[in-house]
């Protein structure tokens, strides 16, 4: 199997079957809202479309950030450690963040796409696996913020899994907690970025489900997949 890495300034020209990744925080923000029972995610590009869908769609709850903070009118932020306290039960989640919903809705040439952590990354590996694809482009999300060094070592962790290793855990976790994105969560006056919330994001292969995004209807929509 071949890889490519790629960012959110050319995965346009991505094909073929893509891994998004934002580790902190939208893609394990993501794996905790399915894990408290939301029925689907819809990622879209802007704060404006997500209060729309919100509007809009039955049973639904905005969440995500604009320079890591909550939106008016969201009910929730981006954060794990808010969204592992709250009964999401057969709601449609509209997610909007600055990285990992961004690189979504801007591969437009993927083929497939699938939303990628830490704490999906083995689910994620196996559905891939399943593909018996040749190659996977990963979408780096955090690089175009002069970062995303956690969403490269989850790439390289996801790489290892798909070539049949399974690396050390312990060198991946620190790249996270040493990440640029992290320095928010170290300050506690700034409620909206919790310490808890790189605890939830460094809990490696948490959940057993991937994350496969479909187009229908002109929208990106996420659900859960159990693999493992």
Avoid: W
């Avoid at 690396?167 to 969560?185: E, K």
């Amino acid at each position: 199997m071949k890889f490519h890495y790629t960012d959110l300034e050319d995965c346009h020209s991505a094909k073929g079957v893509v891994i998004v990744i934002d580790v902190l925080r939208a893609f394990s923000t993501a794996a905790y809202a399915f894990s408290r029972g939301a029925k689907e995610i819809l990622l879209v590009s802007t704060v404006d479309e997500a209060l729309a869908f919100k509007s809009t769609i039955p049973n639904a709850k905005a969440m995500g950030e604009v320079g890591g903070l909550r939106p008016e009118g969201f009910d929730f932020g981006n954060s794990p450690t808010y969204i592992n306290d709250a009964d999401l039960s057969d709601l449609t989640m509209i997610h909007r963040t600055s990285a990992g919903t961004q690189g979504v809705v801007r591969s437009q040439g993927a083929e497939m796409m699938v939303a990628s952590s830490f704490v999906v990354a083995k689910a994620t590996a196996q559905y891939v696996l399943d593909l018996a694809v040749p190659e996977v482009t990963f979408v780096i999300t955090g690089r175009s913020y002069n970062g995303g060094d956690e969403d490269i070592a989850c790439a390289e962790y996801l790489e290892a899994l798909l070539q049949g290793s399974q690396p050390d855990m312990n060198p991946f976790i620190r790249r996270v907690m040493q990440s640029r994105d992290a320095f928010p969560h170290l300050d506690p006056a700034q409620r909206e970025f919790p310490l808890s919330d790189l605890d939830f994001c460094t809990q490696i292969d948490k959940f057993d489900f991937a994350m496969p995004i479909r187009r229908e209807e002109g929208k990106f929509i996420m659900r859960a997949l159990r693999t493992i």
